[in-house]
Protein backbone atom coordinates (compact mmCIF):
# COMPACT_ATOMS: atom_id res chain seq x y z
CA UNK A 1 0.00 0.00 0.00
CA UNK A 2 0.64 3.70 -0.47
CA UNK A 3 0.03 6.87 1.67
CA UNK A 4 -0.20 10.29 0.32
CA UNK A 5 0.00 12.73 3.10
CA UNK A 6 -1.04 16.50 1.43
CA UNK A 7 -0.34 19.62 3.62
CA UNK A 8 -0.38 23.33 2.83
CA UNK A 9 -4.23 24.37 1.83
CA UNK A 10 -6.04 27.05 3.33
CA UNK A 11 -8.05 29.95 2.60
CA UNK A 12 -6.08 33.37 0.92
CA UNK A 13 -6.99 36.59 -0.79
CA UNK A 14 -6.87 37.15 -4.71
CA UNK A 15 -3.18 37.75 -6.07
CA UNK A 16 -1.81 35.64 -2.93
CA UNK A 17 0.02 32.93 -2.71
CA UNK A 18 0.30 28.99 -1.25
CA UNK A 19 2.39 25.78 -1.44
CA UNK A 20 0.94 22.61 -1.40
CA UNK A 21 2.94 20.03 0.11
CA UNK A 22 2.33 15.82 -0.55
CA UNK A 23 4.62 12.84 0.98
CA UNK A 24 4.22 10.15 -0.64
CA UNK A 25 5.33 6.65 1.28
CA UNK A 26 4.87 2.91 1.69
CA UNK A 27 5.50 0.43 -1.56
CA UNK A 28 6.39 3.07 -4.17
CA UNK A 29 8.27 1.87 -7.13
CA UNK A 30 10.20 3.74 -9.73
CA UNK A 31 10.00 5.78 -12.15
CA UNK A 32 6.56 7.13 -11.28
CA UNK A 33 4.68 10.71 -12.04
CA UNK A 34 3.79 12.45 -9.30
CA UNK A 35 0.70 14.76 -9.41
CA UNK A 36 -1.77 17.60 -8.15
CA UNK A 37 -5.89 17.22 -9.58
CA UNK A 38 -8.29 19.26 -8.44
CA UNK A 39 -12.13 19.33 -7.96
CA UNK A 40 -13.82 22.82 -7.78
CA UNK A 41 -17.40 22.60 -6.23
CA UNK A 42 -19.70 21.16 -8.33
CA UNK A 43 -17.35 20.09 -11.13
CA UNK A 44 -15.46 17.46 -12.40
CA UNK A 45 -12.29 16.39 -11.13
CA UNK A 46 -9.07 17.74 -13.61
CA UNK A 47 -5.40 18.02 -14.13
CA UNK A 48 -3.07 20.56 -12.61
CA UNK A 49 -0.01 19.56 -12.85
CA UNK A 50 2.55 16.67 -13.29
CA UNK A 51 5.99 16.20 -12.82
CA UNK A 52 7.94 12.64 -13.81
CA UNK A 53 11.02 11.12 -11.41
CA UNK A 54 13.23 12.98 -14.00
CA UNK A 55 11.70 16.62 -13.61
CA UNK A 56 9.65 16.20 -17.11
CA UNK A 57 6.49 18.30 -16.34
CA UNK A 58 2.95 19.12 -17.47
CA UNK A 59 0.49 21.84 -16.24
CA UNK A 60 -3.49 22.36 -17.08
CA UNK A 61 -3.91 25.56 -19.04
CA UNK A 62 -5.75 27.64 -16.46
CA UNK A 63 -2.54 27.18 -14.51
CA UNK A 64 0.25 27.39 -16.58
CA UNK A 65 2.28 30.87 -16.05
CA UNK A 66 1.14 30.91 -12.30
CA UNK A 67 1.85 27.37 -10.62
CA UNK A 68 4.90 25.80 -10.61
CA UNK A 69 5.30 22.03 -9.37
CA UNK A 70 8.18 20.53 -8.22
CA UNK A 71 9.19 16.98 -6.02
CA UNK A 72 12.27 15.88 -3.60
CA UNK A 73 12.88 11.99 -4.94
CA UNK A 74 14.81 11.71 -2.10
CA UNK A 75 11.81 12.55 0.47
CA UNK A 76 9.07 10.95 -2.27
CA UNK A 77 7.87 14.85 -2.00
CA UNK A 78 5.94 16.53 -4.53
CA UNK A 79 5.29 20.72 -4.15
CA UNK A 80 2.88 22.99 -5.90
CA UNK A 81 3.64 26.69 -5.88
CA UNK A 82 0.55 28.68 -6.46
CA UNK A 83 0.96 32.27 -7.05
CA UNK A 84 -1.59 34.99 -8.49
CA UNK A 85 -4.21 32.75 -6.89
CA UNK A 86 -8.07 33.56 -8.76
CA UNK A 87 -11.17 32.50 -6.98
CA UNK A 88 -11.52 29.96 -9.74
CA UNK A 89 -8.73 28.35 -8.36
CA UNK A 90 -11.00 27.30 -4.98
CA UNK A 91 -11.00 23.92 -5.05
CA UNK A 92 -9.92 20.50 -3.14
CA UNK A 93 -6.73 19.74 -4.32
CA UNK A 94 -5.39 15.79 -5.12
CA UNK A 95 -2.52 14.26 -5.07
CA UNK A 96 -1.69 11.64 -7.10
CA UNK A 97 1.24 8.80 -7.62
CA UNK A 98 0.82 6.84 -10.28
CA UNK A 99 3.95 3.72 -11.93
CA UNK A 100 3.12 1.65 -15.01
CA UNK A 101 6.71 -0.71 -14.68
CA UNK A 102 6.43 -3.61 -13.02
CA UNK A 103 2.78 -3.49 -12.31
CA UNK A 104 0.55 -0.45 -11.76
CA UNK A 105 -0.17 1.87 -9.30
CA UNK A 106 -2.49 4.59 -9.37
CA UNK A 107 -3.08 6.52 -5.28
CA UNK A 108 -4.21 9.43 -3.97
CA UNK A 109 -4.15 11.59 -1.04
CA UNK A 110 -6.67 12.77 1.01
CA UNK A 111 -7.30 16.07 -0.26
CA UNK A 112 -6.69 19.12 0.78
CA UNK A 113 -9.02 22.45 0.29
CA UNK A 114 -7.65 25.65 -0.81
CA UNK A 115 -10.41 28.87 -0.58
CA UNK A 116 -9.66 31.94 -2.70
CA UNK A 117 -11.70 34.78 -1.86
CA UNK A 118 -11.36 38.16 -0.31
Known amino acids: QVQLVESGGGLVQPGGSLRLSCAAS????????MGWYRQPPGKQRELVAL???????NYGNSVKGRFTISRDNAKNTVYLQMNSLKPEDTAVYYC????????????WGQGTPVTVSS
Open 51 to 57: ITRGGGT
Open 26 to 33: GSIRYPNT
Open 96 to 107: NIYWSTGGTGDY
